[in-house]
């Protein structure tokens, strides 16, 4: 049997051997509004209690500031799983989160109008 490149909780030739929703035991709403874009980052506290080997993974990841698409990319977890564990460590102090810089309105008639005169130009 060939050694797991990611860890424990990875086999080369099963693939993952927990299941992605039991590591939020079960959860897929976070307690905490998370968009794909927000970002995420740690605050250096100490989460108190146990969390599981995912937070920690989390945690480690957000040493400097990472969007939750990037989290979940980078943990090989699905989006709402990561928004879960995410949301476990904001509410314990854990990590920080900014919501996504955006336009004050992100419909706004000239940035969609800006949006369409570019790809007209492309075509």
């Known amino acids: 049997m060939v050694a797991p ?3 424990p909780w ?6 993952r051997l927990v ?3 039991t590591v939020s035991n079960g959860r897929t709403r976070p307690t905490t509004a998370l968009d794909l874009m927000s970002q995420v980052m740690s605050t250096g506290a100490t989460p108190f209690g146990y969390l ?3 937070h920690a993974q989390a945690l480690a990841l957000c040493a400097g500031p990472v969007s939750v698409a990037e989290a979940a990319a980078q943990l090989r977890l699905p989006v709402a799983v990561t928004k ?6 904001v509410d314990c102090g854990a990590l920080t989160m900014k919501p996504p810089a955006l336009f ?11 949006v369409l005169d570019g790809l007209r130009r492309q075509l």
């Open 84 to 89: 879960v564990l995410l949301s476990d460590l």
């Open 52 to 54: 599981g080997p995912e």
């Open 5 to 7: 490149k990611d860890g």
């Open 19 to 21: 299941r992605p929703y």
């Open 104 to 114: 004050h309105n992100p419909t706004d008639r000239s940035l969609l109008e800006a």
């Open 10 to 15: 990875l086999d080369e030739a099963a693939g």
